[in-house]
């Protein structure tokens, strides 16, 4: 088992920063990627970023070049750095970690949701 604390979301203005951390625990030794998705009202939780145990990134076009996505393996913890934020960035993020299962499945673990508003 896998449990996934977020912290960092809040109210900013247009242009803005922040900075979303994920702390994971328990089985740690057994996550593979780790990633955050966001979901906005009335639409479908989305891929924002993700990143490999051994780093490499995936970014959705939508924040490429405003969002950096990084990871500290010692500590278990991901990390979202979001500037030049949007109101259309305004969401509920979940932090996930992907732990394979047997030779061909995947559990993915959610944490509880963070909420980044971007209003003036």
């Known amino acids: 088992q896998v449990q996934l604390v977020e912290s960092g979301g809040g109210l900013v203005q247009p242009g803005g920063s922040l900075r979303l951390s994920c702390a994971a625990s328990?089985?740690?030794?057994?996550?593979?990627?780790m990633g955050w998705y966001r979901q906005a009202p009335g639409k479908q939780r989305e891929l924002v970023a993700d990143i490999t145990s051994g780093g490499s990134t995936n970014y959705a076009d939508s924040v490429k070049g405003r969002f950096t996505i990084s990871r500290d393996n010692a500590k278990n913890t991901v990390y979202l750095q979001m500037n030049s934020l949007k109101s259309e960035d305004t969401a509920v993020y979940y932090c996930?970690?992907?732990?394979?299962?047997?030779?061909?499945?995947?559990?993915?673990?959610w944490g509880q949701g963070t909420q980044v508003t971007v209003s003036s």
């Open positions: 328990g089985s740690t030794f057994s996550i593979n990627d």
């Open positions: 996930n970690a992907v732990v394979p299962v047997g030779p061909w499945g995947t559990t993915n673990y």
